[in-house]
C-alpha cells in the first residue's frame, strides 16, 4: 500500500495546475492554518469536496494498561474529528 507524501501532491498538484511548487505548498500551508484557527474557533469547519472537522469532547473513563493489566483512569480531553462528505463517500466506498 504506497502512501503519498506531502511533497509528492505538492508536485502533483503543480503540475496539473500552472502553480509553482512553492506557491502549491504555501497554499496547502494556508488552507491548514485556516482550518485549524476556525475549528478552534467554532468547533467545525468543513472543507468542500472532502468532509468536515468536527471538536467533540470525550468523557473520562476506565482502561487498562495492556502491559500490566492495571486498570487506569483515562482523564476527560477534546478531540477533532473527521467526518468524510457524502460525494467522497460515494466515489471511494
Request: hydrophobic share 40%.
Amino acid at each position: 500500500m504506497s502512501k503519498m507524501t506531502k511533497s509528492q501532491l505538492i508536485a502533483s498538484l503543480a503540475e496539473a495546475t500552472t502553480l509553482s511548487k512553492k506557491d502549491v505548498a504555501s497554499f496547502m500551508d494556508k488552507l491548514a492554518e485556516t482550518v485549524y484557527s476556525e475549528v478552534k474557533k467554532t468547533g467545525e469547519c468543513i472543507v468542500p469536496g472532502f468532509g468536515k472537522l468536527v471538536k467533540a469532547k470525550r468523557k473520562a473513563r476506565e482502561g487498562r494498561n495492556p502491559a500490566t493489566g492495571a486498570t487506569i483512569k483515562i482523564p476527560a480531553k477534546t478531540v477533532v474529528k473527521f467526518r468524510l462528505s457524502k460525494a467522497v463517500k460515494d466515489i471511494i466506498l
